[in-house]
């Protein structure tokens, strides 16, 4: 039986990045991730066609490159495929409304960064590897049970492992946060959201283009390929992530790839031309699911694990950092003092710091879902009046945008 004070389990995007955070404290830190690191390490080929690009980016604001700055993590990420993103153009498919965020109106070089989440991935693994955390990698968790003021974990390879704290960070289906028989609310959004990657005719002018209409959000993402192939095609390709009504989303998956080519185009109103090339297609249903507690004695939850949220703002990843650095902020706290990691009052202070402002971004994120589902001229006038004022009040608009990137 081994013994530390913190087991994360969990090493996506976010588990990695609280373990690595919590090993720099001083922490015994042990990392539970059921795939083999050597796979999650390995050197991804080089992207110059769309089937090169993996399907699955995340949009990493300022904060969170921040974050990931302070575990050394983001420096190696820069040195993978990456495309900051200098602007944001939204719209409303139905009506005229239009709202075009600028990083230069905020003074910054960028408003965020599009990656691959297989390259952030593998810079966190690098840092893992290189730390002194312990990584117990191609096992899961097969029991999690307390064990007086701690919990003990049994592993599928029949390791036990017992620590003060236990960190849930193993997504929206999380065992953890069943076997700890923390309640959710959740509901289904009656969606899929399509994604794939594409290529157009005109450049995206590192910018990440966003139209609602009433069936759901079409979002184009910019991408880079690898380092010195920007310039002819290298600024022609983008990630998409198209969310749709499901009767409309299997439509469009079954769709042969010219007549889903010609949809995209005309979907995104021919902003860039021509969709000329696109991948192949994957989809998943979307689903908003919140923990109603995040945390017990000796227990936490963090990312998907305590909440998932509806795509449209891509905000699911930075939700996911803001919840590591809440985390972090307490527990270098505690071990100043002298606290155990698993103290309730510590934990309890980490679900007071996040668990309001995700709860807004969720009720937020359901609002404009509602709001630009509904057809009602009332409503479109509202939604058109409301995005061009918004786009006039320059202060107050960068605003948003700054809260948005964390600033």
Known sequence: MSDFDIIVVGGGMTGSALALGAAEQGWRVALVEAAPVAKLVEPPGPARTVDDFEPRVSAISVASQRLLEDLGVWQ????????????????????????????????????????????????????????DLTCLDGQSVDALEQRGEGWQLTLSGGETLTASLVVGADGGHSRIRQWAGLPTREWDYDQEAIVCTVQTAQSHQHTAWQRFTATGPLAFLPLQ????DEGEQGDRFCSIVWSQDTPEARRLLALDTDAFMAELTTALEGRLGPVEAVSRRFSFPLRQRHSKQYVQPGLALVGDAAHTIHPLAGQGANLGYGDVSALLAELETAFQRGQSPGDLLLLQRYQR????????MMVAMEGFKQLFARDELPLKWLRSTGMRWLDRATPLKNRVAAEAMGL
């Open 76 to 131: 190696r990420a820069r040195q993978s495929r990456h495309c900051p993103y200098t602007a944001m153009d939204v719209w409303d498919g139905e009506a005229i409304g239009r709202i075009r965020f600028d990083a230069a109106e905020l003074g910054v070089p960028a408003l965020g960064t599009i990656i691959e989440n297989r390259h952030l991935v593998r810079s966190l693994f690098e840092a893992v590897r290189d730390s």
């Open 225 to 228: 390929p690898d380092s010195g």
């Open 353 to 360: 710091r996040r668990k309001g402002e995700n709860l807004s």
